[in-house]
């Protein structure tokens, strides 16, 4: 397993976090996620997934990785 850093655009709270991490944690492979809206980095521990899937799960949530 491993933990790839992303720069997310947009999260301002708690709640933003939340749903960045919901939307990640349902691509096959995500074994875990942490959203930090004070520095904008998103922590995601796995396997098998792709930056692809990340952008498409966080642009669901309505934020944009940058």
Do not use: L, P, R, W
Not at 7 to 33: D, K, L, N, R, Y
Not at 52 to 58: D, G, K, N, P, T
């Amino acid at each position: 397993m491993a933990t790839t850093n992303y720069t997310v655009e947009g999260m301002t709270c708690g709640h933003c976090e939340m749903s960045v991490q919901e939307e990640i944690g349902e691509i096959a492979g995500v074994t875990a996620v942490n959203a930090d809206h004070k520095t904008g980095q998103v922590a995601v521990e796995g396997a098998g997934f792709t930056d692809e899937q990340v952008s498409a799960a966080v642009a669901e949530a309505g934020y944009k990785v940058v």
